[in-house]
């Protein structure tokens, strides 16, 4: 079935640095959307993007959907050691069913 | 309260043996799902069911079985349990389509390993 692939797989920062992982799949997606699993947790829901170029900002994270809906992306600015974590893309692959086939996700670390 | 939650927590066992694991949420969600996380963190999902209903079964082998008592609970039998099965399982839950964004509510996970 349709695959989201993401990189990098690992970024590694210093605090106050900017990050960005990148969602590319190879056909349109109707929506993608994000989550954040912290090291020992579970994967936690940030945003699900639907609209072509849609834009959306949490605080100091960005979401981008592109306009061909086949990449999103998801910038964090001026990193912070909470935002450690994997981020994951997904995109519905299910239809109705609406089954997530998710991305492999980054592993972010920020240094201190 | 815990929204999705699933037991046990940790759970180890040696090859061969056959265990459960349950999952209960409360947030009166009609979709539920298992998924499995191996140790490179890739997350894969198994079965779905909706209402009671499977309405995803991936490639999974028949020793994994899930069972819906009612909407708010999916569970997961596995028979003759091998290392590979070894992983962290994640229950999850889903609410209404249509005007809600689709989110799922995971669960805190079960770290499953096979000795």
């Known amino acids: 079935g349709q695959q989201v692939m993401q990189i990098p797989q690992y970024q590694h920062v210093q605090e106050g640095e900017d990050f960005t992982t990148y969602c590319n799949s190879s056909?349109?997606?109707?929506?993608i959307q994000w989550y954040k699993q912290r090291p020992g947790g579970h994967p936690v829901f940030l945003i699900q993007l639907v609209k072509s170029g849609e834009v959306k900002k949490q605080k100091r994270l960005t979401f981008q959907f592109g306009e061909a809906k086949k990449n999103s992306s998801l910038h964090i600015t001026a990193t912070q050691t909470t935002d450690v974590g994997t981020y994951f893309c997904?995109?519905?692959?299910?239809?109705?069913?609406?089954?997530?086939?998710f991305g492999k996700g980054t592993l972010l670390t920020v240094n201190p | 309260d815990t929204a999705v939650s699933q037991t046990p927590k940790y759970l180890v066992t040696q090859m061969g043996n056959d265990k459960s694991i349950k999952c209960e949420q409360n947030l009166g969600h009609d979709t539920m799902y298992w998924y499995k996380q191996d140790s490179k963190k890739f997350l894969k999902i198994m079965f779905s069911y909706n209402n009671k209903e499977l309405i995803i079964n991936e490639t999974v082998p028949n020793r994994f079985s899930p069972k819906s008592p009612d909407k708010a609970h999916l569970n997961l039998h596995i028979n003759s349990l091998e290392l590979g099965d070894s992983a962290v399982y994640f229950c999850a839950s889903r609410g209404l389509a249509g005007g809600h964004y689709n989110e799922q509510f995971f669960g805190p996970g079960t770290r499953l390993t096979v000795l």
């Open positions: 997904a995109e519905n692959s299910g239809g109705s069913n609406y089954k997530l086939t």
């Open positions: 056909t349109t997606l109707s929506n």
